[in-house]
């Protein structure tokens, strides 16, 4: 077992339909189970975790969570120990928590109240200064900072950056980075839930300027899904032989293929696609379904 590291992140190229040429991140190739933004988010913390001397680490997640498994995976790895809080009572086995239970997570199920109110429950529940509390997915000042570095990868800056969004921490970062190092590229996020006032508000309050939030591919909410966007999947999936989950990657890619049809973006931009990982969700058996 060992940690990730970027060096497996390639640029691929792909030709869509329409000639257009996008260059794919691949942050999916970092690792099997610490891959794309997952692995950005958390370096950071468990190089902190590190220094100072914590035995102990407890994030938080539903029951389906790419982060809770990176998270108990690279806890495998440094010898900690690792809790997740699940929203929602006890519930059937996957095979997140299958292989996330392999490598010694603990669960705690928490109602909805108790998982608004997590970080008061880590403090009443679990106190001392060896035990370190990570956001859900990563949020966070060195979240966000983890994810920033990806612009030293780049070999020429894009014209347009686009990546799907949740919480915005991956967002924020690429715009802190790009920011910082006075390059000039467009993001576009692509939300997967119904949250773009949350997101927008967020990166207003940084006063960042440069992006664009795309909605209308949110196919019914977050973890929710379509006919349409399962076969979009299925058919991008057998044309490029790159694995996109219908949680985030899918409908990113399904957005900045609309973005394209419509001409949003200008032709002859360099465009880089972000597949942020998460491939594991594809694998769900409410998702496979679609397949048979």
């Known amino acids: 077992m060992m940690l990730p590291h970027t060096d497996r992140s390639v640029l691929q190229e792909v030709v869509l ?22 692995w950005r ?7 902190l975790a590190q220094a100072r001397g914590v035995q102990h680490i407890i994030t938080a997640g539903g029951p389906f969570s790419n982060h809770i498994l990176a998270v108990s ?7 900690l120990r690792c809790t997740a809080l699940i929203r929602g009572r006890q519930q059937p086995n996957n095979h997140y928590r299958i292989l996330a239970a392999r490598w010694g997570l603990q669960t705690v199920y928490l109602n909805h109240q108790e998982f608004a109110d997590r970080q008061h429950w880590v403090k009443m529940k679990r106190p001392g200064k060896e035990v370190m509390f990570i956001e859900v997915g990563g949020a966070g000042d060195p979240g966000a900072a983890g994810c920033a570095e990806i612009w030293d990868e780049f070999p020429v800056q ?21 920011d910082e190092r006075n390059l ?14 949350e997101q927008k508000a967020a990166l207003e309050a940084k006063g960042y300027q440069n992006y664009t939030l795309e909605t209308g591919f949110e196919c019914g909410g977050f973890a929710r899904v379509d006919v349409q966007l399962m076969k979009f999947i299925e058919a991008q999936i057998q044309r490029t032989n790159i694995l996109f989950d219908p949680v985030y990657t899918g409908k990113a890619w399904l957005g900045l293929h609309c973005l ?27 998702y496979l379904d679609f397949f048979r």
Request: proline share 4%; charged share 20%.
């Open 17 to 38: 339909h329409s000639d257009r040429r996008v260059w794919i991140k691949r942050d999916d190739l970092i690792h099997p189970f610490i891959s794309g933004n997952k």
């Open 41 to 47: 988010k958390l370096r950071l913390y468990l190089e």
């Open 73 to 79: 995976y690279a806890c495998a790895v440094m010898g």
């Open 158 to 178: 894009p014209d347009v950056l686009v990546l799907a969004t949740a919480t915005g921490t991956t967002m924020q970062g690429l715009l802190a980075g790009r």
């Open 184 to 197: 000039h590229t467009h993001i576009i996020g692509i939300p997967v839930l119904f949250n773009v006032a």
């Open 260 to 286: 394209l049809e419509r001409g949003s973006i200008a032709p002859g931009a360099k465009i880089v696609f972000l597949h942020t990982g998460g491939s594991l969700g594809l694998f769900s058996e409410r």
